[in-house]
Antibody, heavy 125, light 106 residues
Framework: QLQLQESGPRLVRPAETLSLTCTVS??????????WEWVRQLPGKGLEWIGA???????YYNPSLKSRVDISVDTSKNQFSLKLDSVTAADTAVYYC?????????????????WGQGILVPVSS | IQLTQSPSFLSASVGDRVTITCRAG??????LAWYQQKPLKAPKLLIY???TLQSGVPSRFSGSGSGTEFTLTISCLQPEDFATYFC?????????FGGGTKVEIK
C-alpha cells in the first residue's frame, strides 16, 4: 500500500523559507504515470493547489505562488520537497503531499487517491 | 480554471437526498473529481472522471455532469457523511478546487 508522509519544521518565522519533504513508501517515486503534488489548506478554508513534479524534474506551479515556490525530487531517497520563500502569516496552513494519477495521458481518470496525513505549519515570530 | 461550488453550507437530516453543484469557469469535459474531508483528516477520493465511483465508496454517492456543470449526489445521507465536500478540476495545470460544501446535521 502506497504511503506518503510529510515532514519538516513545526514553526517557521516570517520572511524565512518553509521547507517540507514528502517521503514515499510502498512504491517508487520514479514510476510513471504519476505526478507528485503539494496542496495546502489555510485554517478553516478550502484547498489550494501549490504545485507538482514528475520524477524527471518537470514542474508546474500555482501562478499565485510561482515566484516563491520551488519543488524538487530526489529519486534516490524516494522523496520530493517543497520550498516556499518569504513566508508570512498568510502561509500558515496544513500542507499535504499527494500522488496524482493519469496526468501523463489523455485519460479523464485523474485524481488523488493517496495523500499524506498533512502537516500544520504555523508562521509566527 | 475557476470552480464555484454551491451551496457552501448545507443542513440536512439522516436519510435525506443531498445534491451539491460545481460549476467550472470553462469547459473541463469530464476532468472532474470529488473528495470528502472530515476534520483533521486528508481528503478522501469519492468520484473521478465526473461520474466514476472510486473503489470502496458506497453506492449512495454518485456524480454527473460534463463541460461546466457537475453534481455530486448523496442519495440517502448517513451519519458518517457529515463532512465537507470539494470538487477539483484535473483537465490542466494549474489544478483548482472548488470552495467546498460543508454538510451538517439538521
Amino acid at each position: 500500500q502506497l504511503q506518503l508522509q510529510e515532514s519538516g519544521p513545526r514553526l517557521v518565522r516570517p520572511a524565512e523559507t518553509l521547507s517540507l519533504t514528502c517521503t514515499v513508501s510502498g512504491g517508487s517515486i520514479s514510476s510513471s504515470p504519476y505526478y507528485w503534488e503539494w496542496v495546502r489548506q489555510l485554517p478553516g478554508k478550502g484547498l489550494e493547489w501549490i504545485g507538482a513534479i514528475y520524477y524527471t524534474g518537470d514542474t508546474y506551479y500555482n501562478p499565485s505562488l510561482k515566484s516563491r515556490v520551488d519543488i524538487s525530487v530526489d529519486t534516490s531517497k524516494n522523496q520530493f520537497s517543497l520550498k516556499l520563500d518569504s513566508v508570512t502569516a498568510a502561509d500558515t496552513a496544513v500542507y499535504y503531499c499527494a500522488r496524482l494519477e493519469g496526468m501523463t495521458t489523455a485519460t479523464t481518470s485523474r485524481y488523488y487517491a493517496f495523500w499524506g496525513q498533512g502537516i500544520l505549519v504555523p508562521v509566527s515570530s | 480554471i475557476q470552480l464555484t461550488q454551491s451551496p457552501s453550507f448545507l443542513s440536512a437530516s439522516v436519510g435525506d437526498r443531498v445534491t451539491i453543484t460545481c460549476r467550472a469557469g470553462q469547459d473541463v469535459s469530464t476532468y472532474l473529481a470529488w473528495y470528502q474531508q472530515k476534520p483533521l483528516k486528508a481528503p478522501k477520493l469519492l468520484i473521478y472522471a465526473a461520474s466514476t465511483l472510486q473503489s470502496g465508496v458506497p453506492s449512495r454517492f454518485s456524480g454527473s455532469g460534463s463541460g461546466t456543470e457537475f453534481t455530486l449526489t448523496i442519495s440517502c445521507l448517513q451519519p458518517e457523511d457529515f463532512a465537507t465536500y470539494f470538487c477539483q478540476q484535473v483537465r490542466s495545470y494549474p489544478l483548482t478546487f472548488g470552495g467546498g460544501t460543508k454538510v451538517e446535521i439538521k
